[in-house]
């Protein structure tokens, strides 16, 4: 933008006052060297304006080219860069600065009222409606600070740190000017009060915006389309909000689509969600929480890697002392057709749950499982979703889906189904339903826990399956570790297996999509209390560190672990139980793969076609079927599963040949 600005020559305001222009005091306006005056015309100023230089033509949809300038518009208090178009402003635009190459056109309202944060220190009430757990949103929010906000409040001296840097980032931008960024476009729209626009957003036939701010940048620019209203808000780069969407107190991060009439209050969104038709309050979306479906309400709970289904529903009011209850879905977790879960309620990681549910349930050590509804009874089948198909493809679908192209990352994701959090479940939930056996006695159709039941056969198919899931995933770790690499002795190979870090060992937590050792956390929270991390950027650089350093922290997980599966110490550790740990590896890596193989041969299964080749014969409906669907043999997802099966066993036959030759 023009930096040197001189007045107007009174041949300047004479041109400008033939071409309808007008001023009540003309020395108030500044304009840049090769200012041309035939570019401006018919509009007022007021206030203090500075012009840029409009010498070039812009480009609209369908083809059409206008020359930049400023038509039929008001201007108050405005500085206003270099080939900016603007007209058809039908009320005036006051206090903003429009950077260069900004387009406005057909709009209402443009202004800024006293001083603005816009949007940037809003509280919003997730997760428990009634309030407690109250985040406020700032330009670079991340899904971990937000966790730490929301979750740690018996922290009370981390969030007072915390809310102190925001409040301090919130003063940084407060002002009575706006912002228009570069290249941004504003067109066919209504009202914007107290909004700041990043550089080349599309703001396209929005009724209001008020009070937000849109991190838009030239990498990934923010669109914010058709009958959008939004107050208090902030928008992260990459976002796509239209279609009637309606926001109230929320934010929105990174790469989020939220459209087809879907409303959300008190609530954010982290990377990639996705919210359609629906309606959310005062939830906490963790990055890919998605809904698609209308009559689909998320209402007070903590949520992420979640699939609702239609209809899906929550309650968190007992009409007692208000809406004060809340629940959590873990990672992964989906929700079927009419699905209904009545909070307080603690979801495990990767559970599907199906039907109706009426009592305050916790399966959060009972990952991978169906939770269903029988005879108004809330039923638990645990670890079965290990076979289904559909959770491998979820896990390997995410990381493909990432839509952030900001080259600045705010949240930290980690995609890996099976990890120390969900293993550390999986041991847990084995031992508990041993627990289970043992003290029920096995002559027990059916065991009771936290409110659900679990049928007798399905306790012990869990407890193998989460066997498999921990060989498995010990292995992966084993292999990793050991992978290209040659050992001349026993003492070569201990030394390979030791951990380079004693963090790690012990729980560990998801930080809303981040996975990491609680000892970790808990150390970034000392240090925010004793004043040792004092700012938002080192928050966030040891969120990213700790992130970085999730390699490290799995294996010293995993090898503590290993020991104490195996009653050894790494130094005590022989090739014999090298061996023995890799054969179980590889055959929980077999028989998962040949579980998921069969899984997915249901899919095209006769009972699959029903409904394909409606005028014809048997012949014909198969015919169909292979044209829309494809076949059994050629599905790319189960040529994927017959490879990984074929890569797996050559590295357990590789691995085993070094490792006997000790």
Not at 174 to 185: I, N, Q
Not at 217 to 236: L, N, R, S
Not at 553 to 568: C, G, P, S
Not at 599 to 622: P, S, V, W
């Amino acid at each position: 933008m023009t930096t040197q600005w001189r007045a107007l020559s009174a041949d300047e305001i004479g041109r400008l006052s033939q071409q309808g222009c007008t001023c009540p005091d003309w020395s108030g306006v500044q304009v840049a060297e090769g200012f041309r005056t035939e570019r401006v015309r018919m509009t007022h100023f007021c206030g203090a304006v500075r012009l840029g230089v409009f010498d070039r033509e812009v480009s609209f949809f369908g083809g059409v080219t206008k020359p930049t300038g400023i038509y039929h518009a008001t201007i108050h208090n405005c500085t206003i860069g270099d080939n900016v178009y603007l007209s058809a402003v039908r009320n005036y635009i006051a206090n903003y600065v429009i950077e260069d190459n900004a387009v406005i056109d057909n709009i209402d309202l443009l202004a800024v009222q006293g001083e603005s944060s816009f949007g940037n220190g809003t509280r919003i009430a997730v997760i428990n409606e009634a309030g407690g757990r109250e985040v406020p949103i700032y330009d670079h929010l991340s899904a971990q600070v937000a966790y730490i906000l929301a979750c740690y409040q018996h922290r009370p001296a981390v969030i007072q740190k915390l809310r102190a840097m925001i409040d301090g980032y919130t003063a940084s931008v407060r002002s009575g000017m706006g912002l228009v960024g570069e290249g941004t476009r504003i067109i066919n729209s209504r009202l914007l009060k107290n909004v700041r626009i990043g550089p080349a957003a599309v703001i396209e036939g929005v009724n209001r915006l008020e009070n937000g701010s849109i991190g838009s940048c030239v990498e990934d620019p923010v669109y914010i389309g058709a009958g959008v209203y939004a107050e208090d808000f902030i928008i992260a780069s990459g976002s796509k909000v239209t279609d009637g969407t309606i926001l109230s107190h929320c934010f929105v991060g990174q790469g989020c689509v939220l459209a087809k009439h879907y409303s959300a209050e008190n609530s954010v969104f982290f990377a990639n969600c996705g919210g359609f038709h629906g309606e959310a309050c005062s939830i906490f979306a963790g990055p890919y929480t998605v809904t698609h479906h209308k009559s689909t309400l998320l209402i007070a709970g903590l949520f992420s890697f979640l699939n609702a289904g239609s209809g899906t529903n929550q309650s968190n009011h007992m009409y007692k002392l208000g809406p004060v209850h809340q629940g959590v879905v873990e990672r992964g977790s989906k929700t079927g057709s009419d699905s209904y879960m009545l909070w307080p309620a603690k979801v495990g990681a990767f559970t599907v749950v199906m039907g109706r549910h009426y009592r305050n349930s916790d399966t959060s050590d009972l990952p991978f499982s169906y939770l269903i509804e029988h005879e108004d009874e809330s039923v638990l089948a645990p670890g079965v979703n290990l076979r289904s198909v559909g959770t491998v493809r979820d896990a390997r679908k995410w990381p493909k889906r990432d839509r952030r192209k900001d080259p600045k990352k705010l949240d930290h994701i980690n995609f890996k189904l099976l990890s120390p959090y969900t293993i550390q479940k999986m041991i847990n939930g084995r031992d508990l339903l041993r627990r289970l056996k043992a003290t029920t006695g096995y002559t027990s159709e059916y065991f009771i826990y936290h409110s659900v039941k679990i049928p007798r056969h399905s306790l012990d198919r869990g407890i193998e399956l989460y066997g498999i899931g921990i060989d498995k995933f010990l292995g992966n770790c084993i292999i990793k570790r050991l992978e290209n690499r040659r050992f001349q002795s026993i003492e070569e190979l201990r030394a390979a297996l030791r951990p380079e870090t004693a963090i790690g060992p012990g729980k560990w937590i998801d930080l809303a999509g981040m996975l990491a050792p609680e000892e970790a956390v808990r150390q970034l929270l000392d240090d925010l209390e004793s004043g040792t991390v004092g700012s938002l950027d080192e928050v966030a650089a040891r969120f990213g560190t700790m992130h970085e350093e999730y390699p490290r922290y799995e294996w010293a997980w995993a090898a503590d672990v290993l020991q104490k599966e195996r009653n050894k110490t790494i130094d005590q550790l022989t090739a014999a139980d090298i061996v023995d740990l890799t054969n179980r590896w590889k055959k929980a890596v077999l028989d998962l793969d040949q579980w998921l193989y069969e899984d997915a041969r249901k899919e095209f299964a006769i009972t699959a076609q029903i409904g394909f080749g409606l005028d014809g014969d048997d012949q014909t409906r198969c015919s169909d079927f292979a044209a829309v669907r494809g076949t059994f043999d050629a599905c790319g997802f189960v040529d994927e599963i017959r490879q990984h099966m074929a890569v797996k066993t050559e590295l357990a036959r590789e691995l085993l040949s070094r490792i006997q030759e000790l």
